[in-house]
């Protein structure tokens, strides 16, 4: 049957929640999940992915099926990017999922001094352990990393100019641009230098009066290449000092850790950024760091305390859940190994292709008979982190024979449990690097009904 004939027998919206199957489905969530339901048949059979219209009773059971389904719900990531925003970035290790779990459930002394027995400040013990893991003298903790640039732009810039070079005016995940932030912030951008080039003498001429605050931005998911300069921090903050100005340094992923020993560079730790001279850095709690959504400030005391005092902080605090989350995944970093060992993040990025192919092994045991086998791969670490970087990995590639890659890619998409993983050269690739072992019996089973 020709793409149009097909088309036609789609049944209408009406007819299809006028069947009584779907009676007990409330309105509100019936109409919509017919419409998705009839959109994704629409689209399967434009792509020539579907070659026959289900029946009503089958489209209803979807129907009841979707609204079974909870909308959030978790997937298996077989991208091999670890840090996918799309899938919520960073995964949490046991320790920090158990302690939020522990703090969703009972009481805790989130604002209350136990030795003193009175009110104390929530913040106090994520902050002494930023202070100590990276040198600084001063800590804060908000949202996100967004609202700690916007908390840290609105309090330092307000009403004057903030300073960043044309190389750095990025866009992140297409809502956070640093134009928009800054003049949401209250503050006149004044762009120094060009796309590839900025120099010390550009941020000089740039100084005036109405001057409050260079900032720094990290290319977090960029990079400039060939003939380029741009001003190192050192330098920055000698002439910010001179002019009683502050650096702020919004580093995006933020690690915490020098991960150089495993061939992991491009990204400064936020210990050697204070330690070049920032006044102030802002990075993200569940990019590389591997925790929970959080904006993180570190920095001199001068510039971090009236931050913590401003309206804006209380709009942006974060909740007892995510402290006791970020408080856990800190406290990992206090030893090092344990850091790389415990923080999922840490532990998929730094995984050598030789322990990826060990792992594939193990799951292509479980596929015995199915057109399988493993292949070398490079993979990003997604999450605006390492940009340009690619990771030497390990895929379990399959070759269906009695559908094409594009439609088993989809069935394992929008099966009981989801699974993602990639349509590459007319082969399915799921890639070893962000899945887990847990995955791979759910893995087999659902390839094997597939595949059947
Ligand atoms: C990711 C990123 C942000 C936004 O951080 P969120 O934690 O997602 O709010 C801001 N600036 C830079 C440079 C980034 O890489």
Same mark, same amino acid.
């Given at each position: 049957m020709d793409e149009h004939a097909l088309l036609r027998q789609i049944p209408q919206i009406d007819a299809l929640l006028r069947q009584p199957a779907l009676s007990a489905l409330p309105p509100a969530v019936a109409g919509p999940l017919a419409r998705r339901v009839t959109e994704e048949l629409r689209a399967g059979i434009r792509a020539g992915e579907i070659q026959a219209v289900p029946a009503l009773e089958d489209l209803c059971q979807e129907i009841l099926a979707q609204a079974e389904r909870p909308r959030l719900r978790e997937v298996i990531n077989g991208?091999?990017?670890? =840090?996918h925003t799309n899938l919520g970035r960073a995964c949490l290790s046991e320790a920090a999922a158990q302690a939020a779990l522990d703090a969703a459930r009972r009481y805790a002394n989130l604002e209350y001094d136990l030795t003193a027995g009175g009110r104390g400040r929530r913040h106090d013990r994520v902050e002494a352990l930023l202070r100590t893991l990276t040198g600084a003298e001063s800590a804060l903790v908000v949202n996100n990393n967004a609202a700690a640039v916007l908390l840290a732009l609105t309090a330092l810039g307000g009403g004057g100019e903030v300073v960043v070079s044309r190389g750095e005016l990025v866009e992140i995940?297409?809502?956070?641009?640093i134009p928009e932030i800054v003049a949401q912030c209250g503050c006149r951008l004044r762009e120094v230098g060009a796309t590839n080039k900025t120099r010390l003498r550009d941020y000089q001429s740039a100084i005036g009066p109405d001057t409050r605050a260079f900032l720094k931005v990290h290319t977090s998911n960029y990079r400039i290449v060939g003939f380029q300069e741009s001003v190192p921090v050192p330098s920055l903050a000698e002439l910010a000092r001179r002019h009683r100005l502050p650096v702020i340094q919004d580093l995006g992923s933020g690690c915490l850790l020098d991960l150089t020993p495993f061939g992991i560079r491009g990204e400064p730790t936020v210990g050697a950024c204070v330690r070049a001279g920032a006044d102030l850095v802002t990075f993200s709690?569940?990019?590389? =760091? *591997? *925790?929970?959504q959080a904006g993180l400030l570190v920095g001199a005391g001068k510039w971090v305390e009236p931050l913590k005092r401003h309206p804006l902080a209380r709009a942006l605090r974060v909740d007892k859940l995510t402290l006791a989350a970020l408080e856990a995944t800190l406290e990992a970093y206090l030893d090092p190994a344990r850091a790389v060992e415990e923080i999922p993040v840490l532990r998929m990025l730094t995984a050598s292709r030789e322990c990826l192919r060990a792992r594939g092994e193990a799951l292509l045991a479980l596929?015995?008979?199915?057109p399988a086998a493993l292949v070398s791969t490079e993979e990003p670490a997604g999450g605006g982190s390492l940009p340009g970087q690619m990771f030497p990995g390990t895929a379990l590639a399959l070759s269906p024979v009695s559908l094409t890659a594009e439609e088993l890619e989809r069935r394992l998409r929008t099966g009981e449990r989801p699974i993602l993983g990639r349509v590459r050269q007319g082969r399915y690739l799921l890639h070893l690097r962000a899945l887990w072992d847990e995955d791979f019996p759910v893995i087999a089973q659902a390839l094997r009904e597939v595949l059947a």
């Open positions: 991208t091999g990017v670890p =840090l995940g297409g809502s956070f641009r709690g569940d990019k590389l =760091l *591997g *925790g929970p596929l015995e008979g199915l």
